[in-house]
């Protein structure tokens, strides 16, 4: 086996480096990502890569697509702030099928179950709520 001196990237990496890029705002939500053969020539990569590391980015929901157009960065969505009383408890899980009509919320967006010391439990989608701890 010969060895060119060339090591090909990885989907991880690919993914990692564009998800990179979005938490630092320089693919702003909205915005178009690059063709696939564009994303392959930028990383050395084959297509089959870039699609590899682009669904990766598709079940973390930061980007979305939908077929005959490019993938876009998903929108942020308006959080609204939920205060953790003293002792709240805070657990993240994958909402059951009965929860998701009730809750609005995707199968592949997980819950925060906050459960207070009286017993009380509420449940939030990860995407719509930011914790604050007093």
């Known amino acids: 086996m010969a060895f060119s001196g060339f090591q090909q990237i990885g989907h991880v990496t690919v993914a990692a480096m564009l998800r990179q890029e979005i938490f630092d705002g320089r693919l702003a939500p909205g915005a178009e990502l690059p063709a696939e053969a564009d994303l392959a020539f930028r990383f050395g990569c084959g297509r089959d890569t ?9 079940r973390e929901l930061l980007i979305v697509s939908a077929r005959g157009y490019r993938s876009r960065i998903a929108p942020v969505a308006n959080r609204r702030p939920v205060v953790l009383a003293a002792g709240a408890a805070v657990v993240a899980r994958m909402p059951y099928e009965f929860e998701l009509a009730g809750l609005r919320c ?6 925060l179950e906050v ?8 449940l939030h989608p990860a995407d719509e709520v930011t914790l604050v701890c007093p």
């Open 50 to 58: 870039v699609r590899a590391a682009l669904q990766v980015l598709r």
């Open 106 to 111: 995707r199968a592949e967006m997980p819950l």
């Open 115 to 122: 459960s207070v010391p009286d017993g009380a439990v509420a």
